[in-house]
């Protein structure tokens, strides 16, 4: 399974973490970062499912544009998920 760039951040914390050499100190600055990593992985979720729908309509909408220049029934729609399942398939 592929990651993202800021799942693979955040496992690179959990690692150094996990050191036993880490310090307390230590540890607690990493868990703040990987708190606010954790957050912006959600933005980055939504970004990436963004950008797939937003090339999903394009192409549907130039796939069925060809098929009326060939004077043929519009078949391709968009269900509105594509992008979330795009990343439930790529990243979980």
């Known amino acids: 399974m592929k990651k993202t760039a800021m799942q693979q951040f955040i496992n690179e914390i959990?690692?150094?973490m996990n050191n036993p050499?880490?310090?307390?100190?230590?540890?607690?600055?990493l868990k703040r970062v990987k708190?606010?990593?954790t957050e912006l992985l959600q933005t980055e979720r939504e970004q990436i499912e963004e950008a797939v729908m937003e090339?999903?309509?394009r192409d549907?909408?130039?796939a069925n544009n060809l098929?009326?220049?060939m004077d043929k029934d519009s078949v391709f729609e968009?269900?509105?998920n594509e992008g979330e399942q795009y990343y439930k398939d790529t990243y979980e």
């Open 14 to 16: 959990e690692s150094v």
């Open 35 to 37: 708190d606010r990593a």
């Open 78 to 80: 968009v269900s509105g």
């Open 21 to 29: 050499d880490c310090t307390r100190i230590e540890k607690t600055v």
């Open 67 to 69: 098929l009326n220049m």
């Open 55 to 57: 090339t999903t309509k």
């Open 60 to 62: 549907v909408l130039l």
